[in-house]
């Protein structure tokens, strides 16, 4: 019996490559190739009894991307399994497709043995991400984790909240009726704190904590 996979990826070279990988073997037969998540999408709402077994997407493309494909195959039938193959390395783009049920995400600069195994892997009911994805994702809640146990006073948040407006030293000790050497101090001192490199990472932190609008 072969498994009915459907490939979507907006790179002919690439999806001609992958084509030429999996007609390689015996155990798939390709249902449908497609340049973006909208024809797949259209596809599932025509062929609604359709045998699918796999479905294998990148991320950016056209009209919809994979993140919005998977969420859309997950909602309408949880049985099909999907990969994303993909050079994006986002932590946030990772978290978004772990939550919405991926089976899969390998970088598109695996090795061709690598893509077999993590589709025999998610094919035989299990998930499979490559090392380098686990990697990103265990860095990523990690790194939030340690932000959220991270207390702030709230002269601390005034201040990171005026950074991340883009307020000048000078700008945040005149609001705040402080001079700006503290100003300077507290802008060192939540650096340090935060365990982030400079401003961008203050204002990073600053939206992440939602202590301003983006």
């Known amino acids: 019996m072969k498994y009915n996979l459907i490939i979507a990826d907006d790179h002919k070279m690439f999806l001609d490559g992958l084509l030429s990988i999996l007609n390689s ?4 037969n390709i249902l449908l190739t497609a340049k973006n998540g909208k024809h797949i999408a259209k596809y599932l709402e025509i062929n609604p009894d359709e045998k699918i077994d796999l479905i294998i997407t990148d991320i950016t493309m056209p009209e919809m991307d994979g993140i919005a494909l998977n969420k859309i195959v997950k909602e309408r039938n ?3 399994k999907t990969l994303v193959v993909s050079m994006h390395n986002n932590p946030e783009m990772i978290d978004n ?3 919405h049920d991926v089976d ?3 970088p598109k600069n695996a090795e061709k043995e690598e893509l077999l195994k ?3 892997t998610i094919l035989g009911g299990e998930k499979y991400f490559s090392r380098e994805i686990k990697d ?3 860095e990523n809640k990690f790194s939030k984790k340690k932000n959220e146990e991270v207390k702030l006073t709230q002269r601390e948040i005034d201040v990171i ?3 991340a407006q883009e307020f000048t030293t000078q700008e945040i000790a005149d609001k705040l009726f402080l001079s700006k050497h503290t100003i300077e101090s507290y802008r060192k001192n939540l650096i340090a704190k935060l365990n982030v490199r ?3 990472g203050l204002t990073k932190y600053a939206i992440k904590m939602n202590y301003i609008e983006h």
């Open 25 to 28: 073997e015996n155990d798939y």
């Open 78 to 80: 949880s049985k099909i």
């Open 97 to 99: 497709l772990i939550e």
């Open 104 to 106: 899969g995400y390998v």
């Open 118 to 120: 993590a589709i025999q």
């Open 136 to 138: 990103i994702y265990m």
């Open 161 to 163: 909240t005026l950074i």
């Open 198 to 200: 400079n401003l961008a």
